[in-house]
């Protein structure tokens, strides 16, 4: 019996709906067809959403399967009604393939025609993930390869990889490095790579300081090629510096600091007065000058292999020394909030976790909260929706939309294909417990709000539907240009459950930390992620939210405590998946 036709990844019309587009050997159509339509076929929903670490992350629109050794992956964002754009697009993709040696050689793309869309789809041996190798030390030196690896790319080559231990596998025994991931960006910026190493520690958060430090020490060496001067080297330690994390995972990264900068031929790092002190040594012996990166590599080239790539060290050139800023900087002075009235509290993402909610919601009125703007998803994951849909509905001058979990949970039919296996476990529980005037309530909200120069989605704003897409690392830019398209300078959003803000300015866009920022400065385009009030994702199981004090146009972000293991008690009295109660305790 084969799989069923539509459900979740899509299976062809006929052995004529397929076409090959290569770089790899054919596979003939009706090998194609067999594996799409075998019940053998394992389609990995659990992937996909932003969910844990191991557990993986793929965006919402991604689809999987895997068969007999093949991985097969679609995006139902990129499939549409018309075959030119798409094919037009893969064979990009085939052509870049061809004259590139990031990929499998095997790895190919083809597209299938499954009534009524047109889907591009990817095909690849199954390979191992390096956040599948569970010796650390061994998946510490594969993380600094794959870092490696791709900074010599993006020299030689002028093509920017996602820098993330899931777009990276190896094949069986071998060590050798293969990007899994479809999608290439431009050049990558030490800024990029930095907040890459940064992203890894609340990833594992069992790992001890003294390994961060010796991995910061590998790291040291693996830049060496690329910071040809000070200023780089300087970009690169502040962008891991200023990277968004909890109190908890500061000490990690100031191991990493350490062990990059520990006995460096050119720096040094010690603490003075509250600083950062980076001193410069004496030059060395330089060596030979790295060669001038490939501009355009012709279509024609073979591959060239990773081990080929050179990785001669910069000529060393003595410069003063330079003090940083310290990594516990003093925000900015914001006018204190006033005792009453002209405050909105901006907050997302309570998912049926009541005691969280009733703790933000006291903390709000005892500053004097009188507006309420609610970003969505009130339901999904916690064994309390009627009762937060119910405590919502009794706030003054609330605004609410629409999320994703609220969207599907209001819904006259659920399949479950869009959500992991844990959300989608939570979900049908919710569906099955929702009251009427419940669901009916959810059904009614819209999906964005806002007037004037500022918005609020739940998803992002590019997002057709407003709540599925996410706004991180490899979208930002994009959403912050919608929103410059709009004529819109303050977006707030949720989805992700990360406290962050993405500003745009004539500096350049940056990714900053949940400090206090003021609103509608001219030339500014922010996006702005309060934070989850019942499933926090950084590290953080406090509730988060964010005060708009509306006279001032300052924002403040906010952790407040709540009874967890009355939350977690009531998950395990609902028969909720533990895997939520794990996470509730940990905030990832």
């Not at 594996?35 to 919402?60: I, M, N």
């Not at 977006?491 to 500003?503: A, D, E, K, L, S």
């Not at 906010?558 to 998950?571: F, G, K, T």
Request: one cysteine or more; aromatic letters at 10%; glycine letters at 8%.
């Amino acid at each position: 019996m084969a799989r069923k036709p539509g459900v979740w990844f899509p299976v062809p019309k006929s052995v004529d709906s397929i076409e090959w587009l290569g770089p790899g050997l054919p596979i003939p159509n009706d090998q194609l067809m067999g594996w799409l339509c075998d019940p053998l076929g394992e389609e990995l929903r659990h992937k996909v959403g932003v969910t844990g670490a191991r557990d993986g992350s793929a965006k919402l629109t991604t689809r999987l399967l895997q068969i007999h050794g093949w991985f097969f992956k679609t995006d139902h964002a990129k499939a549409g009604p018309e075959l030119a754009p798409i094919h037009s697009s893969w064979m990009r993709q085939v052509e870049l393939a061809s004259r590139t040696p990031f990929w499998h050689p095997q790895k190919s793309w083809f597209l299938i025609v499954a009534d009524p869309l047109v889907w591009p789809v990817s095909i690849s041996p199954v390979l191992r993930t390096l956040r599948e190798h569970t010796d650390i030390d061994h998946r510490f030196e594969l993380f600094a390869r794959m870092i490696g690896w791709s900074l010599e790319i993006s020299r030689d080559l002028q093509i920017g990889l996602d820098v993330n231990p899931s777009n990276f596998g190896t094949e069986g025994d071998s060590d050798r490095l293969v990007y899994l991931d479809d999608e290439t960006y431009p050049p990558l910026q030490l800024r990029d790579v930095a907040e890459a190493i940064s992203a890894r520690i609340p990833e594992e958060p069992t790992v001890s300081t003294p390994h961060w430090q010796l991995w910061g020490k590998r790291l040291q060496s693996v830049f060496q090629p690329f910071c040809t001067g000070i200023d780089e080297w300087l970009e690169l330690i502040t962008g891991i510096r200023d990277y968004p994390l909890t109190d908890r995972f500061i000490p990690a990264r100031e191991s990493v600091l350490g062990g990059l900068l520990q006995g460096h031929p050119r720096l040094d790092r010690s603490m003075r007065g509250g600083s950062i002190t980076i001193e410069i040594r004496h030059p060395v012996v330089p060596v030979a000058p790295i060669p001038p990166p490939i501009a355009n590599p012709p279509a024609a080239a073979q591959p060239m292999p990773p081990e080929s790539i050179s990785r001669n060290p910069a000529p060393i050139v003595p410069v003063p020394a330079i003090e940083l800023p310290s990594p516990v900087e003093v925000p900015p002075w914001v006018p204190p909030l006033p005792p009453q009235g002209g405050l909105t509290c901006v907050f997302a993402d309570v998912h049926g976790n009541l005691p969280a909610l009733e703790a933000v919601l006291s903390y709000a009125e005892e500053l004097g909260v009188d507006e309420y703007l609610f970003l969505g998803d009130v339901v999904g994951y916690g064994p309390f929706p009627n009762e937060c849909i119910r405590r919502l509905q009794g706030l003054p001058r609330l605004t609410a939309i629409r999320g994703n979990h609220d969207h599907f949970a209001s819904q006259p039919e659920f399949r479950g294909e869009d959500f992991n296996r844990v959300a989608r476990e939570a979900l049908r529980w919710t569906r099955d417990v929702l009251g009427a005037a419940e669901r009916e309530w959810l059904a009614n909200l819209p999906v964005e709000a806002g007037i004037g120069n500022w918005r609020a989605y739940h998803g992002a704003p590019y997002c057709p539907d407003r709540f599925s897409a996410y706004v991180y690392e490899p979208t930002y830019r994009d959403n912050l240009n919608r929103l410059e398209q709009m004529g819109v300078q303050v977006c707030f959003y949720g989805h992700t459950h990360v406290p962050f803000i993405h500003r745009r300015s004539s500096f350049g866009d940056e990714k900053l930390t949940p400090d206090p920022m003021r609103l509608f400065r001219p030339g500014e385009t922010l996006l702005i992620n309060p934070g989850s009030v019942g499933q926090p994702r950084d590290g953080d199981s406090r509730a988060a939210i964010l005060i708009w004090d509306r006279r001032t146009d300052w924002v403040r972000f906010h952790r407040i405590d709540y009874p967890l293991e009355s939350m977690i008690s009531a998950n395990r009295a609902a028969g909720l998946p533990d895997d939520l109660s794990a996470r509730l305790e940990i905030g990832r």
